[in-house]
């Protein structure tokens, strides 16, 4: 599971480390659309030793060769779509300062930034700012050797194709539909699954792999595309060497097998080397030993993600796409983390919710804050802030799980929002600021923290129980656990007690922002029209509407208007931390039983509505600020350093690539896939 960042929407506070650190570091890197593209520093690389930079590099490697495999998944039309644009972006020697061609080109940049053609938050297709004439000029202009059409396609053929999946808002309208009541499997664009399978046929398959007396089962359906064939038969394309993606995943393990000698340890070594193994076979047995030494290597300095991961991409919560981060251990910020895992089985023990549902020993939760090298896949461009994993349920139960907060994303984040006038727009007066600018960056850090490495982990799922129970619910109520977990404890005496916050005035400036959030901010990332999607923000937006419903009787929180703008004020914090104590106990409770209604509702009362006349304002007020609502990043290029032996004496990092230029050296040299992966 992994934490986006609520500081892509909104902050503006400094981070408390005076002018001194003030460096000429440039954080922007590019903006269009609703985006803003930064980059981040991985301070302490240098200090590592030259066989530790050798694996980050080869892992680097390893992480960028799946690159097409996100794109594949994520619709069948995007590969072709992308190395068309991108032949053109290269190749036309037309006007360039054409409007037209800049509405080409601020797509195409969408187009990388999503990794391919849907919104990568919202989920629905973008609208290009040029015309199917135009396009179709451009095609003609730079002639058919430039472009990636499949064996014997004509070019009247291929526009036939294509030009509908771009222009025509009624075909693959969004890339994952997770809620309401037609077949979200059939609703969605993704290409998890094909042939025109029916939700109700997915379901069937599934549940009869299952057996509900399995206590370790594996994790069904991951790494795999399900297709109905024209016969009618429904097989599972398992992505592997020699199965599906093969193009790509032989290049990632061949990145793999050089990494293996500069393993740092033989636990790292079974690391690799199984997961290598489960590549080859695809068997999800090989997946969850694999799983299981990755969770117990905690020694090692540098470690990494590497594979079919999240599954937030299908509507099911089945299918995982592709991702991988590549990362050093950073230690000085790790002992806050370390005692917060030490004090795990604590945590567990005093949380609000009923003693049924508690983990009567918690499993090693290791945490851990990381300076990431290089992101890939689905954590790249936009990248979380914290992840945890492994998301298997039991492996989690008997083996714990690895938690960690990406200290160097956070920073950035920090850094690049400093003075944008955010706060100054949206926070309701200055003793709200202060709160935010004294403490706003510590309490940040540390919700990531207590949502990973406690929340993802903390209770149980009752015998007998469905981990799937939720289905389409399931990932906005785990995200909303998570983070409730960590709202009800960033304000606990024990915290100050354990020196993780300087006093008891810190958690304030977490609750203020998250309401602040939850109710109004997070609509930036919102056109008008629209209701909340992703799961992130239901998650936010549920637990924020709900505290509010409930803590206006007593005056804890407010709406208050001055000068024609809407605040959210709060009156009584303690009041605030009842309530999220309150509302944990009850999704925990959902989440132990399986109890499909009552998520439902909770969600659907309170996670995707919006109300239209206060979008409305804090769109305006938001376009005033000339921020955009979403952010992501590029990589820092790793160059190996050689002597005249050929030997690599070392290897450096460069932060100077742009946008553009990442992206289209990344189409140049790590894309493998066929246009078409049937
Ligand atoms: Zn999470």
Redesign the pocket.
């Known amino acids: ?3 986006a960042s609520i500081l892509t929407a909104c902050t503006g506070q400094g981070t408390g480390r005076g002018e001194a650190d003030r460096e000429t570091f440039d954080y922007v890197v590019d903006q269009f659309a609703d985006l803003q593209v930064l980059r981040y520093r991985a301070p302490g690389f240098e200090a590592l030793s030259l066989q530790q930079k050798q694996l980050l590099y080869h892992l680097s490697e390893a992480g960028l060769m799946g690159r097409d495999i996100l794109f594949d998944q994520n619709g069948r039309y995007n590969l072709i779509i992308r190395r068309t644009l991108e032949a053109v972006y290269r190749e036309y020697g037309g006007d360039r300062e054409d409007e037209q061609f800049k509405a080409l080109e601020t797509y195409l940049k969408r187009v990388w930034f999503s990794n391919g053609i849907h919104h990568h938050y919202a989920e629905d297709k973008f609208v290009p700012g040029f015309t199917p004439d135009y396009l179709a000029g451009c095609l003609q202009a730079i002639g058919i050797s430039h472009l990636p059409l499949p064996e014997g396609q004509t070019l009247d053929a291929f526009k036939a194709e294509i030009f509908p999946v771009i222009f025509d808002p009624a075909v693959m309208p969004r890339r994952t539909v997770q809620s309401g009541d037609g077949d979200l499997i059939q609703a969605s664009a993704n290409h998890y699954y094909a042939g025109g399978i029916t939700q109700k046929e997915v379901e069937d398959f599934y549940a009869k792999l299952k057996n509900p007396e399995d206590d370790t089962p594996v994790s069904y359906g991951l790494n795999s595309r399900l297709v109905k064939e024209k016969d009618g038969r429904i097989v599972e394309k398992v992505w592997r060497v020699g199965g599906l993606y093969t193009e790509a995943i032989e290049r990632i393990v061949g990145a793999l097998q050089k990494a293996l000698p500069f393993a740092e340890n033989e636990s790292q070594k079974a690391v690799i080397g199984k997961l290598i193994d489960y590549y080859r076979t695809g068997d999800l047995k090989t997946f969850d030993e694999y799983a299981i030494l990755w969770v117990n290597d905690t020694a090692s300095v540098v470690d990494f993600v590497n594979g079919f991961t999240e599954t937030y991409g299908d509507p099911l919560g089945m299918k995982a796409s592709w991702e991988s981060t590549v990362n050093f251990t950073n230690w000085e910020a790790t002992k806050r983390t370390k005692v917060i895992s030490d004090n795990a089985q604590w945590f567990e023990d005093h949380s609000p919710v009923s003693e049924r549902f508690k983990k009567k020993s918690v499993k090693g939760v290791s945490a851990k804050v990381i300076t990431v090298v290089a992101l890939g896949g689905d954590c790249y461009p936009a990248t979380p802030i ?1 992840i ?1 994993l492994p998301n298997s349920n039991w492996i989690r139960r008997d083996h714990g799980s690895k938690s960690v907060t990406i200290e160097n994303i956070t920073e950035a984040y920090d850094k690049a929002a400093q003075g944008n006038g955010f706060d100054e727009e949206f926070v309701w007066s200055d003793t709200e600021r202060e709160l935010i600018r004294k403490y706003g960056f510590i309490t940040d850090n540390l919700h990531t923290d207590l ?2 490495c406690l ?2 982990g903390s209770g149980i799922i009752l015998p007998g129980v469905d981990p799937d129970a939720l289905k389409a619910y399931s990932a906005t109520l ?2 909303a656990r ?1 983070d409730l977990f960590g709202l009800y404890y960033i304000a606990d005496p024990k915290l100050v007690e354990l020196g993780l916050v300087p006093d008891d005035e810190a958690y304030k400036a977490e609750y203020y922002r998250f309401m602040m959030n939850g109710l109004m901010t997070q609509l930036v990332r919102i056109e008008q029209g629209k209701e909340v999607e992703e799961a992130h923000m239901r998650n936010r937006q549920l637990i924020a509407r709900w505290v509010y419903e409930k803590g206006k009787a007593g005056n804890a929180v407010e709406w208050k208007r001055k000068e024609g703008k809407t605040y959210v004020v709060i009156h009584d914090y303690v009041q605030l931390r009842v309530l999220f104590g309150a509302l944990l106990s009850e999704v925990q409770r959902i989440r132990s039983e399986g109890d499909y209604e009552a998520g439902k509702r909770l969600v659907e009362d309170y996670a995707v509505k919006v109300d239209p006349v206060l979008h409305a304002e804090v769109l305006a007020r938001y376009a005033g600020l000339k921020l955009s609502p979403y952010k992501g990043f590029v990589n820092p290029v790793m160059r190996e350093v050689k002597n005249k032996k050929g030997e690599v004496t070392d290897i450096r990092m460069d932060y100077t690539e742009g946008y553009t230029e990442q992206m289209l050296r990344y189409g140049r040299e790590y894309s493998f896939l066929p246009v078409y992966n049937d």
């Open positions: 599971m992994m934490t914290g945890n949502h990973e929340g993802h785990e995200e998570a």
